[in-house]
């Protein structure tokens, strides 16, 4: 009997093991078949290793991967990210048939914000009521309705998605206490502060932005030589960053992307990558038509200087400021370059006490004074078109006379500038005086009725306020997309 057992013993081992040999022998055969089969059926594209080692370009390169970094070209191997990511993406919607794909859902939000624009712009109905609250004196935009709609939409549907690759100061970073104060600013409540408008989910984005500032490049890349190849540079390698790391600059050749710069220097950093030159968003204070401008695209950003942080104190809104007595017609003070003020000053530089103009104003005398002591302040272009002047000239009640050539001033989708300034050919400054002259004081109070309402479209408050300077220039941004069909 004990014998017997020790047989059987001895052959059942030797059965399960030839059975387990045999079922692992099975079960591999089958799922390489399954996984050919896989690859057959969703069309994997994989990138070769070998050249993704090579070519992508990171934040943590060493020294032999710098000396090629000139000559690399991202746009093949992001291509092939890109194509990879894609593919991972339909193998997801195609595994659960129930979910549907975001980036369709974003155009479709798109589709329908359009059609409720379109709506309130062509609406035949004059019913104030509906946007009276938010604008309470429709005679200073261009279509009441429709901005107040196409604002609506922009609360409840519009998302920004933040490039986390850099570091400060460069990006994620800039100046708030300067001239070019809205450029940092501007990434300052985009990025630091809880606003409603950015989404860490870049599957639920509308525009991507490229958070670096170029005040910032100008000071600590530039070598006072009047060159700016180091801030194209620098710009063009973060574009090479951000094109390898995610797939959304190929995706729309950065059709669906921003920058932002208040810096003269702002479209000389751009021509950095053609793509971001022709086809992004650039949001800028130096919007010239004359060097690329485009505003079917672009976006014109008011320039606001803020000196230690906040607004001068002679020039914040009170009922002391409505009431400043106003003696002089007309003011300007500032130096002289560029090819309009040269003009302005060689007409009237301390030419009619009624129009006092300075090349450089005497130090016992306050520039903000004269301004509001002012019913008109010229703001004649310099080196560039760009110009605080003009937003202090609506902060001092001082009805903005502007003096200059293909720039595109800020906010023309919605505003109509010619209900609260005056625009002045340059050809006709030697006619200044007889061209103020003729406004009459009816038509003067009218257009300082509408400064006083236009003045909250050109403030940066802390926290942001709805229609202030900061959402504005993110509807002006909003407006483009809404523009743009990606397929």
């Known amino acids: 009997m004990d014998k017997f057992q020790k047989r059987y013993t001895r052959f059942g081992f030797v059965s399960i093991c030839i059975g387990s040999i045999a079922l692992v022998l099975l079960l591999s055969r089958c799922s390489t078949s399954f996984f050919d089969y896989s690859l057959q059926k969703f069309e ?179 070598e006072g030589n009047s060159n700016a190849e180091p801030l194209r540079t620098f710009v063009s390698d973060y574009i090479r960053l951000v094109s390898t790391n995610h797939p959304f600059w190929n995706r729309t050749n950065g059709a669906d992307h921003f920058m932002l710069a208040c810096h003269d220097w702002g479209p000389l950093t751009s021509h950095a990558n053609k793509d971001l030159f022709n086809t992004s968003i650039r949001v800028m204070c130096n919007a010239n038509s004359s060097e690329g401008f485009n505003p079917a695209k672009d976006v014109t950003l008011p320039e606001i200087k803020l000196y230690g942080g906040e607004v001068d104190p002679k020039l914040r809104l009170s009922k002391t400021l409505s009431a400043s007595p106003r003696p002089y017609l007309g003011f300007f003070a500032g130096g002289v370059h560029g090819p309009v003020r040269p003009i302005l000053l060689k007409h009237w530089k301390q030419r009619d006490p009624d129009m006092p103009v300075y090349e450089y104003l005497p130090k016992h005398l306050n520039y903000y004074d004269f301004m509001r002591s002012s019913k008109f302040c010229f703001c004649p272009s310099g080196y560039e078109v760009a110009s605080p002047r003009v937003t202090e000239a609506i902060y001092s009640e001082c009805i903005p006379v502007i003096l200059s050539v293909n720039f595109v001033l800020p906010f023309t989708d919605v505003l109509r500038w010619e209900t609260f300034s005056v625009l002045v050919d340059v050809s006709e400054i030697p006619r200044l005086k007889e061209i103020l002259m003729s406004i009459s004081d009816e038509k003067y109070e009218w257009l300082k009725r509408n400064l006083r309402s236009v003045r909250r479209h050109f403030e940066l408050n802390d926290p942001p306020k709805r229609f202030d300077a900061f959402h504005l220039t993110l509807h002006s941004i909003w407006l483009r997309r809404l523009n743009l069909r990606l397929t």
């Open 44 to 222: 994997f594209s994989f990138p070769d290793t070998e050249l993704l080692r090579r070519n992508v370009y990171t934040t943590n390169a060493g020294e032999e991967e710098g000396k090629n970094r000139a000559a690399v070209d991202s746009r093949d191997v992001s291509q092939q990210i890109l194509s990879l990511r894609s593919t991972n993406s339909s193998v997801t919607l195609q595994s659960k048939p129930g979910k549907p794909n975001r980036r369709n859902l974003v155009e479709e939000g798109l589709a329908k914000a359009r059609a409720s624009i379109l709506e309130a712009s062509s609406s035949t109905r004059n019913d104030t009521t509906l946007f009276k609250i938010d604008l309470p004196n429709p005679e200073i935009y261009r279509n009441p309705s429709a901005l107040h709609r196409s604002y609506l939409e922009m609360e409840k549907r519009f998302k920004v998605y933040v490039y986390e690759e850099g570091e400060p100061p460069l990006v994620h970073d800039g100046p708030c206490k300067s001239v070019y104060a809205v450029e940092g600013r501007f990434i300052l409540e985009l990025e630091k502060r809880k606003t409603r408008f950015r989404t860490y989910d870049p599957s639920q984005a509308y525009v991507y932005f490229l958070p670096f500032s170029v005040t910032w490049l100008v000071r600590y890349l530039y």
